[in-house]
């Protein structure tokens, strides 16, 4: 159920666990060919990112997607059976926070879907998360100027399933870039190394 509080107010603030991930697309057969995904079926592919995530996120802890939660099939609208297997799939992920940034596959405006997470934002931008004096701006599009780029802020993504360019401090969160094993990272230890490499500066199109 979303939260009262910002999510930029609640990371700034929280002395729990935060892990981050991207682009489950759950239910996406096409994934497996797509993107490269070593699995014998799709029931198969979400089993093993379910349990995943469930192996390094305790209930407990704070898991930020970086949207494409769940893939449906046909077209664009979605119906009953859609959320209901949204419904489905969250029920399976132990962790009761879960926030969702929007992704293009995430349906917008419909509470029976933005209902099974904390919140559900199209960006966020906070300072002060982890410990972490530099901006992190989340978003699930990978950006070339995001807010406090030439200063050191950091950018978390997702959309690109691991074929994005490297730019120093911007990392894609996403199940498939090859990096981060299929798994939700640590948003402590992730930004840690992040912040290890110079700020790019302002890049002149």
């Known amino acids: ?10 990371l700034a ?9 991207a682009d489950s697309h759950f239910g996406h057969a096409d994934a497996m060919q797509w993107y490269g995904r070593q699995y014998p079926s799709v029931d198969a592919m979400d089993a093993a990112l379910l349990e995943g995530i469930n192996a390094r ?6 898991l930020l997607h970086l949207g494409d939660f769940m893939v449906k099939g046909g077209g664009r609208k979605w119906e009953r059976d859609d959320f209901k297997r949204a419904h ?6 132990h962790c009761k926070r879960v926030h969702l940034i929007q992704g293009n596959h995430d349906p917008r405006g419909e509470e029976k879907f933005d209902l099974l997470f904390a919140s559900v ?28 780029r030439p200063t050191g802020a950091m950018h978390l993504h997702g959309h690109v399933h691991g074929f994005g360019t490297d730019v120093a401090r911007r990392h894609d969160c996403g199940v498939d870039q090859k ?17 290890a490499t110079p700020p790019s500066g302002f890049v002149r199109a």
């Open 88 to 93: 489905e799939y969250r029920d399976r992920i």
């Open 179 to 195: 990096d981060n094993g299929c798994t939700p990272l640590c948003l402590n230890e992730l930004l840690k190394r992040m912040r």
């Open 57 to 62: 996120v305790d209930a407990q802890d704070i």
């Open 1 to 10: 159920m979303p939260t009262a509080k910002p999510l930029a107010q609640v």
């Open 13 to 21: 603030k929280t002395e729990r666990r935060v892990f981050v991930t």
């Open 121 to 148: 934002d199209e960006i966020v931008s906070v300072k002060g998360v982890q410990g972490i004096e530099e901006r992190v701006v989340l978003f699930h599009y990978p950006l070339e100027q995001w807010q406090g």
